[in-house]
């Protein structure tokens, strides 16, 4: 069946500094893809997402481009914040379902 | 903006019990979902229902029901709680046609001790 790879966390970053999290998918064909955020104490929520290959998804400063040729979906931000500090999960639609990632932890610190 | 409830932050249960777990949204959605979430296994859907008293098997139903006779609100049910059923539990709702833009609440908590 179809899988999602996210790079272990935590990740641990000084405010301001690059962010990128990894994600790879197993599929066939190609899936949308989605990265999803939960901020600490509250539900996942839908972050960006991309529908077919090269698009690139973006919101709050964070994007996620779809390359099919290394089937990745990978997460960045340039500039991160103290308020990004979440755990991102990487995720793909299959039929009326999402397969997720294990989720990566982000602490940002001040 | 779209609200997920779930009725405990937090639930402690004893081995054997039937433990009911609830969800309510209030925009509407014909779809709802629920999760569980484990370290370093992400989500894993256990079952989802696409209208009133429709359900499907997610990923691991096992051990599982659920119901759904009013649009907003859908259960979880354990008939027997065990040890390996302690998890965070997610509900979350979609809107008709777009199953990938859920939205979720905020957990609960369960202990089966």
């Known amino acids: 069946g179809n899988s999602v790879t996210q790079m272990e966390g935590p990740v641990t970053l000084s405010e301001e500094a690059f962010l990128t999290i990894n994600c790879t998918y197993t599929a066939t064909g190609y899936p949308s893809l989605f990265w999803y955020v939960q901020y600490p104490g509250e539900g996942l929520q839908l972050l960006l997402k991309a529908t077919k290959a090269d698009d690139k998804g973006s919101n709050k400063g964070f994007e996620a481009t779809y390359r099919k040729e290394t089937t990745s979906f990978h997460l960045e931000k340039g500039s991160v914040q103290v308020s990004d500090s979440a755990v991102y999960f990487c995720a793909l639609k299959q039929g009326n379902k999402l397969v997720f990632g294990a989720g990566t932890i982000l602490r940002v610190k001040s | 903006d779209v609200k997920v409830t779930q009725s405990s932050r937090y639930l402690v249960k004893r081995t054997g019990e039937k433990v009911f777990l609830e969800c309510v949204q209030d925009m509407d959605h014909e779809n709802m979902f629920w999760y569980r979430q484990d370290p370093g296994l992400g989500l894993r859907l256990i079952y989802f229902s696409y209208d009133v008293k429709m359900k499907e098997k997610g990923d691991i139903p096992e051990g599982y029901s659920v119901s759904r006779e009013k649009k907003e609100r859908f259960s979880l049910i354990l008939e027997s709680a065990s040890t390996n059923q302690t998890s965070m539990y997610l509900c979350?709702?979609?809107?008709?046609?777009?199953?990938?833009?859920?939205?979720f609440g905020p957990g609960t908590r369960l202990t089966v001790t």
């Open positions: 979350a709702s979609s809107p008709p046609g777009t199953f990938y833009e859920q939205y």
